[in-house]
């Protein structure tokens, strides 16, 4: 009985061996196996498309010719050398645009639709106000000078202040640029409201 199981043994296929291959082969298709000719074809997929020769002449043509969704100012015959606005066919000085008030006694080159502040010299008085309302006093030892008063907790790393100052003088800060925006937003809607008024055809 013993002898019986080297000779079962031997007589089993050798994995590797021929007998073992086509074992292998000629088992079921499993969850993960594809049987022979069930398998995707390259036929299924779809065939590319090339893109149109006219396409790629109109590109080439606006390219060649410039044509873009910023193009250069068509005022004095084509020979202003500054981009037009976006959307319009001038630059900003043809458009008859005023310029900047500027800021703080600065003289601002930039031209405004409305004659308002141009985004830069807004941000500099949103921080020349910031600056003004809430005055930071660093310490030399790394603790926090207080927001509303003396503190003397540790400030918080890369800040002046600790976890509670920073909070208080977050909330202070958000309401400086509130009041500070509406004032800005009232200045604008009285000078649109000016301009109305002066271009407004008589009534008789």
């Known amino acids: 009985m013993i002898s019986g199981r080297p000779k079962a043994a031997a007589a089993m296929p050798v994995p590797g061996s021929a007998a073992g291959t086509t074992a292998v082969l000629h088992q079921a298709p499993g969850p993960d196996r594809t049987a022979p000719g069930e398998g995707r074809r390259w036929e299924d997929a779809p065939t590319p498309t090339p893109t149109a020769w006219a396409d790629l002449e109109q590109q080439r043509d606006q390219l060649?010719?410039?044509?873009?969704?910023?193009?250069?100012?068509?005022?004095?015959?084509?020979?202003?050398?500054?981009?037009?606005?976006?959307?319009?066919?001038?630059?900003?000085?043809?458009?008859?645009?005023?310029?900047?008030?500027?800021?703080?006694?600065?003289?601002?080159?930039?031209?405004?639709?409305?004659?308002?502040?141009?985004?830069?010299?807004?941000?500099?008085?949103?921080?020349?106000r910031l600056d003004a309302a809430l005055p930071v006093a660093e310490t030399d030892d790394g603790t926090c000078p207080g927001h509303n008063g003396p503190c003397g907790r540790a400030a918080l790393p890369g800040a002046p202040y600790c976890g509670c100052c920073r909070v208080a003088s977050q909330r202070d800060r958000d309401r400086v640029i509130r009041e500070w925006e509406a004032v800005r937003d009232a200045a604008v809607a009285t000078t649109q409201a000016q301009e109305a008024q002066e271009t407004a055809p008589a009534r008789f």
């Open 64 to 128: 060649r010719r410039g044509i873009d969704r910023h193009p250069i100012c068509e005022a004095d015959d084509g020979r202003c050398p500054t981009l037009a606005v976006v959307g319009e066919t001038q630059c900003a000085e043809h458009l008859g645009w005023p310029l900047c008030p500027g800021h703080d006694g600065h003289t601002c080159t930039a031209r405004t639709r409305t004659g308002g502040q141009c985004a830069t010299c807004q941000d500099e008085a949103r921080y020349a």
